[in-house]
Each structure stands twice: as structure tokens, then as C-alpha cells.
């Protein structure tokens, strides 16, 4: 079975520095994964996502993932973190394993940026 | 990206009535439509998939008697919260999908509340 892992409740990160928030996944088959991000009362925004091709994905408001295939991890960066990036961000991978190719998300992870 | 619209953002009912909850694909034909349930500070929980013309797939543990799915048409796709108690109350979050290897288009979430 599929599964998704985010080991990080909640992520703090200064304005103007790296962000890191972890992801990893248990799939059989090649692996289709997601990022989202969700604010407060609304549904999921795409950020970026990673089918085959380059490891290194690059997404939307300047977040990047990278496709570990030996760790089996997708990990969300930023360069730069800015105080608008502070929102719930989930992970979710589709495997070739499941009827309908339905979608698993992570737990989420919650990150805080202070100004 | 794509649109994909939900209706109501919110809606306040009385135990025991139904309510009836939409989705849309604004500008894409949707070939599979997923709904969610989401528990404050917890991840989605995939309750159904549905396919245009057939009948939806439930996840294990949804009533398909209490949470009927509807897909009519390649862009719309209604859930209905028949017989509703407090305990559904709940945020309801809709995702479209082009096809099997493209990422899903969230709608902004339908926040239920049964008084």
C-alpha cells in the first residue's frame, strides 16, 4: 500500500533564510508526488509536482522539490523563505499501485516564517 | 492553472436535512473527480472517487448512503450530506482532474456546520 510521510509537525524558519520541509513516500512502481500549500478556510494550491525527467522540480513562488529515488524522499525547499510563505504544506503521491491512481496526502506540516 | 470551483464557501443546517455540496472544473473537462474531508489541523481524507457517467468508488468506512456522489457531466460533480448530524460537520474539499498523469485542481473547500 501507498503511503506518505511528513515527520515534522511544524517547521520555523527566520525570514530571508533556507527552508526545508520533508517528505517521504512508500510506493510500488514509479512514483507520482505533489506539493501543495493551503491557507486558512481554503482548498489546496498546486505548487509543483515530480512524474519522471529531472529530479530537481522547480514550482511555483520560487519552491523547489527534489525526487531522492534511493531515500524515497521529496523534500520542499526554498531558497529564501518570505512571511507569506507561512501556511499548511502538503505532500501527496499517487503510485502505479492503486485502482483509480487516487491520491494520498501527508499529515501536513505547518510553517511558520518570522519576519 | 486550471479553476476548479466549489459551492457553498460555507453553509449552516438543522440535524436531519440534507445538504447538497458542488463542483465544477471551470475551463478543463474533468475526467476524475476526488472528494475530501478534512478535520481542523489534520490532513485529507479521501472519501470518494468519482468517474464521469459511473458510480463513485468509496474509500473504506464512507457511508455511500450518507455522503451520495453525483458526476454527471465531465465538469460538475455534487456531493449531498443526506440525513446530516452535527458530526458531519467538517470542511469539504473537492479536486478535479484532467487525466491519470496530471496533478489535481482543488476547489476552495466547503465549510459544513449541522446545529
Known amino acids: 500500500a501507498q503511503s506518505v510521510a511528513q515527520p515534522e509537525d511544524q517547521v520555523n524558519v527566520a525570514e530571508g533564510n533556507p527552508l526545508t520541509v520533508k517528505c517521504t513516500y512508500s510506493?510500488?512502481?514509479?512514483?507520482?508526488l505533489f506539493w501543495y500549500v493551503q491557507y486558512p478556510n481554503r482548498g489546496l494550491q498546486f505548487l509543483l509536482k515530480?512524474?519522471?525527467?529531472?529530479?530537481l522540480v522547480k514550482g511555483s513562488y520560487g519552491f523547489e522539490a527534489e525526487f531522492n529515488k534511493s531515500q524515497t524522499s521529496f523534500h520542499l525547499k526554498k531558497p529564501s523563505a518570505l512571511v507569506s510563505d507561512s501556511a499548511l504544506y502538503f505532500c501527496a503521491v499517487r503510485g502505479e499501485d492503486t485502482g483509480g491512481f487516487k491520491t494520498i496526502f501527508g499529515a501536513g506540516t505547518r510553517l511558520f516564517v518570522k519576519a | 492553472g486550471a479553476v476548479v470551483s466549489q459551492h457553498p464557501s460555507w453553509v449552516i443546517c438543522k440535524s436531519g436535512t440534507s445538504v447538497k455540496i458542488e463542483c465544477r472544473s471551470l475551463?478543463?473537462?474533468?475526467?476524475?473527480m476526488f472528494w475530501y474531508r478534512q478535520f481542523p489541523k489534520q490532513s485529507l481524507m479521501l472519501m470518494a472517487t468519482?468517474?464521469?457517467?459511473?458510480?463513485?468508488?468509496?474509500e473504506q468506512g464512507v457511508e455511500k448512503d450518507k455522503f451520495l456522489i453525483n458526476h454527471a457531466s465531465l465538469t460538475l460533480s455534487t456531493l449531498t450530506v443526506t440525513s446530516a448530524h452535527p458530526e458531519d460537520s467538517s470542511f469539504y474539499i473537492c479536486?478535479?482532474?484532467?487525466?491519470?498523469?496530471?496533478?489535481?485542481?482543488f476547489g476552495q473547500g466547503t465549510r459544513l456546520t449541522v446545529v
Open positions: 510506493v510500488s512502481g514509479n512514483p507520482y
Open positions: 515530480y512524474i519522471t525527467g529531472d529530479n
Open positions: 479536486s478535479a482532474r484532467r487525466g491519470s498523469n496530471t496533478e489535481a485542481f
Open positions: 468519482s468517474n464521469e457517467g459511473s458510480k463513485a468508488t468509496y
Open positions: 475551463d478543463f473537462q474533468a475526467t476524475t
